[in-house]
């Protein structure tokens, strides 16, 4: 969430920041509103200071009058009663207007970093650099196509079970799934990272907090006789694991790694990726996540990054690291990196990870502060995939087929699928 202050007070600096996203946003209303509020606490705290005057008054009378039906006492019994209900109004008045003010704020997205590359959309993403050999060979299968060979998923009766664009893993398939978490996992937890294994139901306050509501409402799955839903991502727990909180410095930096389920309607991508693993309404994902000092955050998204990586590395899956133009950026994030991993069957690299720093806007929304120098701030918190597992699966068996129809299993995973090859029964 923004800082409604610099809104009031510099609503020129924040349309001209939010612009970078290539989008016009007009702020006007809710610099008006923040100036209104503004108001309402000057009169909200003058007339609480002249009733406390008031209240000494009458104190003081009381404790020199005989009767307590003084006409004078009166008059100013009278009169706190009246600054009681214009206190009250006004705070209603506040209350309401306070609400509004939220539910504007809310809608408006992060500032981008000053660091990240200019741009309206995906096309004016910046390459960094590529890491791995591509398989470049020609008329190679599609992941889906090795994994129904293999047996190793099905998509078909899992329509029938739930709906499309859920899929059932299989023997092999489902001991691969569980073997790239496990790997996963001990990775990140011997690079110092604490693993949290949070709840699949998150609230909405949780979900506000991470930056998926209101924007994202139609993305995500809505339990009907509660305030809950399936959680998107691990990224909305782990925000709100600390919400309201102010953390320990000494702490600092807090890294969370949790494997979790993650639900979302892909709303918008029909068409697109429908086979195997790639756009899924349930999947997968291990997810790293970080809490940190403002000034550390830059670093923390190096580290971050390069912690995702290593996975890639570890499986020897060639991949390319992008930076995210400002057009392209998450609602909640202002500087991205992307990984994007080498899929030989389309000749092209796909997202296999986000690495975000949303600096203070995750925070603010939820309320996760730290003291520096004696005085309250916001945490920075960043977040990334460590990695999304079925689009690692899809990678493992477009990179990995040989000739004969199996498929090599990278060597670091030998240990934790317990095979060199995916092969047919």
């Known amino acids: 969430m923004l800082d409604q202050k610099l809104i009031r007070e510099n609503p020129t600096l924040v349309e001209k920041n939010l612009s970078l996203r290539g989008k016009v946003y007009k702020i006007s209303l ?39 039906n003084d006409e004078d006492l009166n008059k100013l ?21 306070e609400k509004q003010i939220h539910d504007e704020i809310s809608n ?92 699949a139901l998150v609230n909405s306050e949780s979900l506000k907090g991470s930056g998926q509501l209101p924007k ?14 399936l959680s998107p991502t691990a990224e909305v727990p782990l925000t709100a694991f600390h919400k309201n909180e102010i953390v320990d410095p000494n702490q600092l930096p807090i890294k969370y790694v949790a494997y979790s389920p993650c ?16 756009r899924l309404h349930q999947f997968n994902k291990v997810e790293l996540y970080w809490f940190c000092e403002p000034s550390k955050s830059l670093e923390a998204h190096k580290q971050i990054t390069s912690d995702a990586e290593s996975i890639l590395k570890k499986l020897n899956l060639p991949y390319r690291l992008v930076d995210i133009c400002t057009g392209d950026l998450g609602f909640s994030s202002s500087r991205t990196y992307d990984l994007e991993v080498w899929m030989p069957s389309s000749k092209c690299y796909r997202e296999i990870s986000s690495c975000s720093n949303c600096q203070d806007f995750q ?29 690692t699966m899809a990678a493992i068996l477009e990179n990995g087929q040989q000739i004969d129809g199996s498929v090599k299993i990278p060597d670091a995973l030998v240990p934790y699928f317990g095979s060199n090859f995916l092969k047919t029964a």
């Open 263 to 278: 639900f979302r309607r892909e709303a918008g991508s029909y068409g697109r990726d429908t086979k195997g693993l790639i």
């Open 363 to 391: 925070a603010r929304r939820s309320s996760i502060r730290t003291k520096i120098d004696k005085k309250n701030v916001y945490l920075h918190t960043l977040n990334g995939s460590g990695l999304a597992i079925g689009r």
């Open 77 to 97: 019994k009278q009169k706190g009663n009246e600054y009681k209900i214009k206190i009250s109004e006004f705070e209603e008045k506040q209350k309401i207007l």
């Open 108 to 199: 408006l997205p992060n500032f981008p970093s000053e660091d990240a590359p200019l741009g309206k959309d995906e096309r004016n993403n910046l390459q960094i650099k590529k890491w791995g050999d591509p398989l470049l060979t020609e008329n190679l299968k599609s992941h889906w196509e090795i994994g129904e060979n293999l047996n190793l998923f099905d998509s078909t009766k899992s329509a029938r079970i739930s709906k499309s664009r859920f899929i059932t893993l299989i023997g092999n398939g489902a001991r691969l799934e569980r073997a790239l978490i496990n790997f996963m996992l001990d990775m990140h937890i011997k690079n110092g990272y604490i693993e949290l294994m949070p709840p």
């Open 30 to 68: 809710i610099n008006e509103l923040t100036v209104k509020k503004k108001e309402f606490d000057i009169e909200i705290s003058n007339l609480q200071s002249e009733s406390k005057k008031l209240s000494k008054l009458i104190g003081q009378k009381i404790s020199k009058s005989q009767y307590n």
């Open 216 to 229: 994202f409402s139609n993305e995500s799955f809505k339990c009907n006789n509660d305030d809950l839903w």
